[in-house]
């Protein structure tokens, strides 16, 4: 019921900037965190950003500075503004989505979040 697609990857140069969409369906809470993570080559996968229904929002210390999540107006895209972008950073990206908002303030950590989208590839060359 609930779908979760994400674009806006691709390759950029280090130093460059990309932005990420997520188009989120079938959504019908009104208490929600939505984030986006990533899984590094040999890595498991990471918290990166994280916004409630309200914006409130909250950032893993590694991109903090240089990654800007937010959502639109009717609050069924999400998207991931990416800038100062380094080789470090080259992975799969995924958008997720809880099914209402199941604690006080929207964790980095992937367990709440039931529905995820496939994953888009960003790679970032030196």
């Known amino acids: 019921q609930v779908q979760v697609e994400e674009s806006g990857g691709g390759s950029v140069q280090s130093g460059g900037s990309l932005r990420l969409s997520c188009s989120v369906s079938?959504?019908?809470?009104?208490?929600?965190?939505m984030g986006w993570f990533r899984q590094l080559p040999g890595k498991e996968r990471e918290g990166l950003a994280v916004i409630d229904d309200q914006g409130v929002t909250d950032y893993v210390d590694a991109v903090k500075g240089r990654f800007t999540i937010s959502q639109d107006n009717g609050k069924n895209t999400l998207y991931l503004e990416m800038s100062s972008l380094k080789p470090e950073d080259t992975g799969t990206y995924y958008c997720?989505?809880?099914?209402?908002?199941?604690?006080?303030?929207?964790?980095?950590?992937?367990?709440?979040?039931?529905?995820w989208g496939q994953g888009t590839q960003v790679t970032v060359s030196s």
């Open positions: 997720a989505a809880d099914r209402g908002r199941r604690t006080p303030i929207c964790t980095l950590l992937g367990w709440p979040y039931d529905h």
């Open positions: 079938g959504y019908i809470y009104s208490r929600y965190c």
